[in-house]
Structures are given as C-alpha cells and as structure tokens.
C-alpha cells in the first residue's frame, strides 16, 4: 500500500460546506442504501426463507383449516381468504425489519454510516425500502398458491397488481413501527419478541380471517380503526371487485399516520443511538 | 475561538453509567500533523475518538474540528473528518469493491467517478486482486486496509486513526506507517491512538499520554522521552545496605531520577544516553559497590505510565468495557 496518490488534500479551513443536508441528498442516500439492502439479500439467501415458505404454507393450512367452517367450502372462502393471508404474509415480512436493521447496526459498518455526511434518515428508509423485494416475493408467491387452489380474482390481472402494489405500500408503512423498536432495543433477540406482540394483535385483531361480526363489540371497536382492517378490505375490492373505495383510502391515511409517527421516532433514536 | 487548530477540545466528559470513561480531556491539534494519543487498553483513547468524530455524544465540554463545533455542526465536520475504527467499519457480506462503491456513492460521487476512485484505493492499497472476492475471506490486514481507503475517499482533511496497527503482523504495521507519513505529505491531519511508544515515536509530531480518562502529559516525542529516559538501567545490588550509596552514585552519572524496588536491593534509572552504562559500573567498582546483575531496557508504554503517573499501565485496564459501552 504505497503511493495514496501525490494530489494535495485542501485545506480544512475556509471551506464552503453545507450546514445540512438537503431534501435531494436524503431521497439520493436512501436510494443508495436500498441498493445496499438488496446487494446483501442477494449474498445472503437464506434472509428470503420466511417470505418464501410461510406464503406456502400459510395459504394452505389456513385456506383448507378454516374455509369449511367459515365459508361452507374452500373455495368460496378464497375471495375473502386471500387479500387477508397477503396482508398478514407481508406484514409478517415487514416485522422482521427490526431484527435485521438491530443486526446490521451492531456491525462495524454502521460507525462508517454515522461517520459519513450522508442522510441520517438512510440507514432506515434503505433498509425499509430495500425489503419491498421480499414483499414482492411473498405477494407473488402467496397468488401463486392461491391461484393453484382455484382461486379467481374477479378484479383480474390489474386488480391483482393494485392489490400488490397497495399491500407493498402499506408494508412499507407499517414497516417504521419495527424499524423502531430495532433501533430502540439492544439485542436482535429482544426485537423478535417485541415484533411478534405487535404483529399478532394487527393481523389477528383485524377482519383477515373471520369475518368481525361475531367479536365482542369493543374488540370489533379495535379491529374498525386497525389500519391493517382497512388495508384488507381495500385488498379485497380491488382484488375481487377491481375498485378502489373508502377502505383505500383510510387503508392510505392509515399508513400515512404510521409513517408520520414511527419515522421520526425512529430517525431520532437511531440518531441519539450510541 | 481562534481558527487555528485542526482540533481543539476542551474539558471533555464522557460518562459510561457510574464510570467516567474520558474525564476533562483537552486537545489541541495544528494542521498537516501526525498527533499521537497515547495510553493503555480502557484509557479512553476510543471514547476521545468517537466523541470528536461525532458518533459519541459529549456529556461535558466543547470540541472544534477546523472552527466546527462537533455536536451543534455535525453535518459538516463529517465533510471533513475520515474515520477508521479499532474494528473495521465495512460490510462483510460485500465485496471490497461493492463497499468502496456505496461508500463513494454516499459521498456523492456519480457515474464513471465511482469506478475510477475504487480502481486508484483499491490499487494504492494492493487491494486489487482481491476486489471481487467477499470479505469474509480477507486477512485483519486487508480488511484494515479496506477499512482505510474507505475513509479516504473524501480526501478529508483529518483522519482519525482508532490503533490502526493493533494487531498487524510487523510486516503490514510498516506499511500502515508508511501510508500515515504519506497522508501527511498530501497535506491531511491525522489523529491516531495507540498502546505502542514505539508507534507514537515513530509517527506522532506530538502525544498526548491519556490513562484513566485524563491528560496526564503533553508534547513531542522528544519532551516525553525526556521525561522517562531513552532507556532504562536495572542495577541488583549484592548488599542491600549499599542501595542509599549507589543510587546517588548512578543518578550523579545519569542525571535522572532513579527509583528503587521496595526491598531496596534494585534499581531503575533512566537513560538518555546508554553510553553511560560503563561509567556507572566504573563508578560503582571503584566504590566497591558490588553487583549481582545488570540489565539495559528499552522504555516501555509502562515506564512513561510509571514516571507520569506513579503507577504502571496494568492496574489501570479496569475499564475493559469501554468498546463496547462506546
């Protein structure tokens, strides 16, 4: 390792340097940082076994447990079975987001990251956005599944690909409610435990599985303003209807408010984190 | 404050819980120097590094990286600092190549910039065979390497070193040196902490001797050494009685302060001259002093501990968690 280069370095003096950095950078950063996110999932395969082989085994079991007794038959359960198990599989992904950014950020790396005059912001939204992927993979894999059981979507192909890219969305969204508990706890281990009480009450609370009416009324009270209900109602009309109605966009504010609330939160402990 | 130093801290305080890891450090660094900061494992060499390099929080005090304040303008001491870790900060599950790629990416370089810039670090820092292979096969000394050209992208100004050559065979520990001095020659600052005096002679224009947290010496190579002779004389006696006599003896010839084992019956003297050796023993035959055994050391870390501090480096390794606390 000889001749770093014979250019002289400026002066640390009397530099004109930004004091913050701009709107544009953030975007670029965490642009930069997806890429990273999707190298690594690349090199590192195994990371995909939860988005391939729950849709699988999930969208049977559940479709052949339940659909008898809910719907009379499988397959006039499908229609209402599957916008729900594609929630709860891609929320599902998104909750591992904690874990895998508590790990990332325990690695030398990260010294790098907060060392650099790059967004703050990017190590999450990157690591967030670079996940969409892995919903992708499950969502795909979950239509596969469904459609081999028989199932139909009356909305057809665009209904399908609105579905996707709705749930996709809104896992991305719910995703910063993870990304701060990864950021908040101090080990991957404790993370897990945490996501899975979060992600249990949102997907089961909600109208994923069984219809709500016979609940007791303040538990159908939570399950009204759970977002995720709003986001399988709105999966299902596009899907089997191919419309978009008031369950969108509350499916959308919903969404929005989480990352309003979460994306800071967690911008900020990742920020004081040391 | 004066816009003159590269770095300037005053009265640094970093708390770990009930331990005072860094307890009122003061720094004062010119441009285009190699500044040394000097000390034993848990001295708080790491927690000064982080601190100044934003990724610690400071809890009391003030730091300026060329007239930036560290905490209230961090964005913009980071377009000037290049840090590199005790533990090398890259990806492992990338290749050299896909780390220097999103490192220059993230400091803004674009299109063909990005590939040019890998080739000359990856080149400068014999890196280019191993380019496309995953880290996980590198050696410590690669990935130190690595570690390094990551930090230069920016060609920033000041580059802090956390012990860069600790645990390097003496082989890649030269070329680690010799890729500082070039540093300096392209007009960098370098701040590096190390446990080795021989490093800190070697490279730093000053030191700065750190233990338990605090500044216990400042100043060139030279002035410490000063301070602890280039080497020390051990002297046993065969008579304890006779240790009053040959003390005086040995620091009339040496003309530094000796120090005496508790049984009396060794002695420590520094040197700043080994030529001096035959005249002690000269001095103390003709006196009839006898002695039983005698033996030339170079300083160690320990000694400038022992003469700076009155105690030796070991007892002060009490805070072994400082890296991971930090």
């Not at chain 1, 979950?142 to 399908?160: C, I, Q």
């Not at chain 1, 409610?177 to 979060?198: D, H, P, T, W, Y």
């Not at chain 2, 009391?60 to 060329?66: P, T």
């Not at chain 2, 600052?189 to 446990?195: E, N, S």
Request: aromatic share 6%; glycine share 8%.
């Amino acid at each position: 390792m000889s001749a770093v280069t014979t250019a002289t370095v400026a002066s640390g003096f009397d530099r004109t340097l930004p004091r913050h950095v701009s709107l544009r950078q953030n975007w670029r950063d965490s642009m930069i940082m997806a890429r990273r996110a999707i190298i690594k999932m690349r090199r590192t395969p195994e990371q995909l076994i939860d988005v391939t082989l729950q849709p699988i085994i999930f969208t049977v079991m559940f479709g052949y447990i339940f659909g008898g007794a809910i719907s009379g038959d499988v397959q006039s359960y499908l229609p209402f079975f599957i916008p729900g198990i594609l929630v709860q599989t891609v929320l599902t992904g998104a909750s591992a987001a904690g874990t895998t950014l508590r790990e990332d950020m325990d690695k030398g790396v990260f010294d790098r990251f907060k060392s650099l005059p790059m967004a703050r912001i990017a190590p999450l939204a990157g690591a967030l956005t670079g996940d969409l992927v892995r919903y992708l993979i499950a969502g795909t894999i979950t239509f596969v599944m469904a459609f081999l059981m028989g199932y139909r979507p009356g909305g057809g192909v665009l209904g399908v690909a609105a579905t996707m890219l709705l749930v996709m969305a809104c896992g991305w969204a719910l995703s910063w409610i993870f990304a701060l508990v990864g950021v908040s706890m101090k080990s991957a281990r404790g993370v897990q435990g945490i996501a899975f009480l979060i992600l249990f009450p949102l997907t089961f609370l909600s109208s994923a599985f069984v219809p709500t009416e016979t609940m007791p009324g303040w538990l159908q009270a939570f399950v009204k303003i759970n977002p995720v209900t709003h986001i399988i109602k709105a999966a299902r009309d596009l899907c089997n209807l191919g419309t978009f109605g008031a369950d969108g966009w509350y499916a959308l504010l919903g969404s929005a408010i989480v990352i309003a609330i979460f994306a800071p939160l967690a911008v900020r402990k990742y920020r004081t984190h040391t | 404050m004066s816009n003159e130093w590269a770095i300037e801290a005053h009265g640094l305080v970093k708390d770990f819980g009930e331990q005072r890891a860094v307890d009122h450090v003061d720094l004062n660094v010119a441009p285009g120097i190699v500044y040394g900061v000097l000390g034993p494992n848990g001295a708080g060499k790491t927690t000064t590094i982080r601190m100044l390099a934003t990724l610690l929080g400071i809890d009391e005090g003030e730091a300026r990286i060329f007239g930036h304040d560290v905490v209230k303008d961090a964005h913009r001491v980071r377009q000037l600092i290049g840090v590199t870790g005790q533990y090398a900060s890259v990806d492992e599950t990338l290749t050299a190549r896909e780390n220097l790629d999103i490192f220059c990416r993230l400091q803004g370089l674009t299109g063909k910039a990005i590939r040019a810039k890998g080739d000359e670090l990856l080149e400068s820092f014999g890196l280019t065979d191993a380019a496309n292979k995953p880290l996980s096969k590198f050696s410590g000394g690669m990935r130190r390497r690595l570690d390094l050209a990551a930090s230069l992208i920016a060609r920033p100004p000041l580059i802090f070193l956390d012990e860069p050559t600790t645990g390097l065979d003496p082989r890649t520990r030269s070329q680690m040196w010799d890729t500082i001095r070039e540093l300096i020659t392209a007009g960098s600052t370098v701040l590096l902490t190390t446990q080795y005096l021989d490093e800190a002679d070697q490279l730093a224009d000053r030191i700065a001797v750190i233990d338990t947290g605090r500044v216990v010496a400042e100043g060139t190579a030279d002035e410490l050494k000063a301070l602890v002779g280039t080497s020390a004389l051990q002297v046993t006696l065969g008579e304890s009685d006779d240790a009053d006599h040959a003390s005086q003896v040995i620091s009339s010839i040496t003309g530094t302060d000796v120090t005496r084992s508790p049984e009396s019956r060794r002695i420590n003297a520094p040197l700043t001259d080994t030529g001096v050796v035959t005249d002690v023993l000269v001095a103390l035959r003709e006196r009839g002093i006898e002695v039983t055994e005698l033996s030339l050391q170079k300083p160690s870390l320990d000694e400038v501990f022992l003469t700076i501090t009155g105690h030796t480096a070991e007892s002060t390794t009490e805070s072994e968690n400082e890296e991971s606390a930090a």
